[in-house]
């Protein structure tokens, strides 16, 4: 849990919902799916709009500005698979959701 910062209460953040969270300067988009929590990069990489200021449908959360659509559990665009946001693992500890700032390797839109 070297690289792991706390980033938000469990309770704070419903399931089927998804928010904006900074953590030492990071943008991150937190989701909860399913009980699960997810963090991808908060900046789309169309214009850069905030992801947790959209449309969270399932895995999927829709862009505020023009749509683009991004599997939060994975961190494939799948709009533009060649734009995919980077994907960062979580845990759960003492009441806290917890964000490890070295990101998983990139994703990929499913075939
Ligand atoms: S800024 Fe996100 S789709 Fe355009």
Same mark, same amino acid.
């Given at each position: ?19 904006? $969270?900074?953590v030492r300067g990071q943008r991150l988009l937190l989701a909860r799916v399913g009980?699960?929590? *997810? ?6 990489? *169309? ?11 399932? *895995?999927? /959360?829709?862009?505020?500005? *023009?749509?683009?659509?991004?599997? /939060? ?11 995919? #946001? ?12 917890? $964000?490890? #700032? ?10």
């Amino acid at each position: 849990m070297d690289n792991y910062h706390p980033i938000a209460a469990v309770d704070s953040l419903a399931d089927g919902a998804c928010r904006s $969270v900074e953590v030492r300067g990071q943008r991150l988009l937190l989701a909860r799916v399913g009980g699960e929590f *997810h963090a991808v990069d908060d900046v789309c990489p *169309h214009r850069g709009a905030p992801l947790g200021s959209g449309f969270l449908q399932g *895995h999927e /959360v829709f862009c505020p500005l *023009h749509g683009w659509s991004f599997d /939060v559990t994975s961190g494939a665009c799948l709009t533009r698979p060649d734009k995919p #946001l980077r994907r960062y693992s979580t845990a759960v500890r003492d009441g806290q959701v917890w $964000v490890a #700032l070295t990101p998983d390797a990139p994703a990929t839109a499913p075939a």
